[in-house]
């Protein structure tokens, strides 16, 4: 009896863990399709709609960061709490990724990293946030403003030679 409660139990934890909080179905969905597993090219134009495809969860805001900051520093330069622990390792990110925490009352509820570069091609999905925290160091979005757009940027390497990334995000104009 007490090895099935158990066992119970330890069931019960694996699909409830979500960067040590709950993981709900709809924060997973969001992470697939930000995450770099399919290769299909960017869509310029393509809205990504946070604030009304993620309501499983009480959120006021998100909290967007480079992903090579640690714990400490994101808590520190923004003030809000992270109540679990997660892996800030710097070698496991790139330059390009992005942390995105869902607050409340500036708690941290969960977070995902979207990768802004990818290895793998030209035409791998992939989605660079970065862009809304260009000459900064975080950003928070309220909740009625979290709605982006992927677009297409012009910019220069640093041979100055120009190209165009068709995976920048930024802020949609909502009403």
Not at 44 to 49: P, T, Y
Request: charged share 25%; glycine share 4%; aromatic share 10%.
């Amino acid at each position: 009896m007490r090895k099935n409660i158990l066992l119970s139990l330890l069931i019960i934890s694996l699909f409830t863990c979500c960067n040590g909080q709950k993981k709900e179905i709809c924060i997973d969905n969001l992470e697939k399709k930000l995450a770099p597993l399919e290769n299909k090219s960017n869509v310029k134009g393509e809205i990504i709609n946070i604030r009304d495809s993620i309501s499983c969860i009480e959120w006021d805001s998100l909290l967007v960061v480079m992903a090579i900051g640690t714990k400490k520093s994101i808590e520190e330069n923004t003030k809000i709490s992270i109540p679990y622990s997660y892996n800030d390792t710097y070698t496991l990110y790139g330059d390009n990724d992005a942390i995105i925490f869902f607050i409340q009352n500036k708690k941290a509820l969960c977070h995902i990293i979207v990768k802004g570069d990818s290895k793998k091609g030209k035409t791998f999905r992939v989605y660079d946030f970065l862009d809304l925290i260009w000459n900064k160091n975080h950003i928070f979005i309220p909740k009625e403003k979290a709605v982006f757009e992927v677009y297409s940027k012009e910019v220069k390497n640093n041979r100055g030679q120009q190209f165009v990334r068709d995976n920048a995000v930024r802020l949609k104009s909502v009403n």
